[in-house]
């Protein structure tokens, strides 16, 4: 258990719908990222926030957005969401801001259909 | 641009030893980092490397060569349990923007 935590865990949608994925990192840590995984495209980093600020970007897409709030969580939109939209999304946390080594959740699983 | 390569697929026998190899390309190199990936699971982290030489830990040792763009992951005395996604990663630093850029990873299966 990496202490990263991830919900929901599984989530099944219609296309065109908005959802909102949710992460707490490990205790401490100030850094919260976000990545997409799907088969043909290996791990994708998406965006990186620190103690409430965007940070790093990555290949995100118009339709998604974040936000880290005070209290260190983060959440991933994904609205009008596509057949391609569906993956497996992780969120990592680390203690600072300069990727040293991440600890990931357990993802979660979207599918849009 | 930016381009990491893994072997798609490897193949071991149990017991045996299984060097994994990645090369990249990037700007602003500041670190490689290897993981493990077990299906469905979350990556988990194994090594860090950012100046030549290996680094050992365990069964699990990792190399770097920054002047030639590589890097393995030596796994020694393979357990069925090894099997799973190896996962390359490259730390760039260039202006404000830090991040890791992944290899796609190599999938190894561990044979009885």
């Known amino acids: 258990d990496s202490g990263v935590t991830q919900t929901p865990k599984h989530l099944i949608t219609a296309t065109g719908q908005r959802v909102t994925l949710r992460c707490s990192p490990r205790?401490?840590?100030?850094?919260v990222y976000w990545y997409q995984q799907s088969l043909d495209q290996g791990l994708q980093f998406l965006i990186q926030?620190?103690?409430?600020?965007?940070?790093a970007k990555g290949n995100i897409l118009e339709r998604f957005s974040a936000q880290q709030f005070p209290d260190l969580h983060s959440e991933l939109n994904l609205s009008s969401l596509e057949l391609g939209d569906s993956a497996l999304y992780f969120c990592?946390?680390?203690?600072?801001?300069?990727?040293?080594?991440?600890?990931f959740g357990p993802g979660t699983r979207l599918t849009v259909t | 641009g930016q381009n990491i390569d893994q072997p798609t697929e490897m193949t071991a026998t149990e017991g045996a030893i299984v060097q994994i190899n990645c090369t990249y390309q990037?700007?602003?190199?500041?670190?490689l980092f290897w993981y493990q990936q077990h299906a469905g699971e979350a990556p988990t982290f194994l090594s860090y490397?950012?100046l030549d030489g290996l680094e050992e830990k365990g069964r699990f040792s990792s190399f770097l060569s920054r002047s030639k763009g590589y890097s393995y992951l030596l796994l020694k005395e393979l357990q069925m349990k090894d099997s799973a996604s190896y996962l390359c990663?490259?730390?760039?630093?260039?202006?404000?923007?830090?991040?890791?850029?992944w290899g796609l990873g190599t999938s190894l299966a561990v044979n009885p």
């Open positions: 990592a946390s680390s203690p600072g801001q300069g990727t040293y080594e991440q600890y």
């Open positions: 205790s401490g840590d100030l850094s």
């Open positions: 926030y620190y103690n409430g600020e965007e940070r």
């Open positions: 990037t700007s602003g190199f500041n670190g």
């Open positions: 490397n950012v």
């Open positions: 990663a490259v730390r760039e630093e260039g202006g404000n923007n830090r991040k890791l850029i």
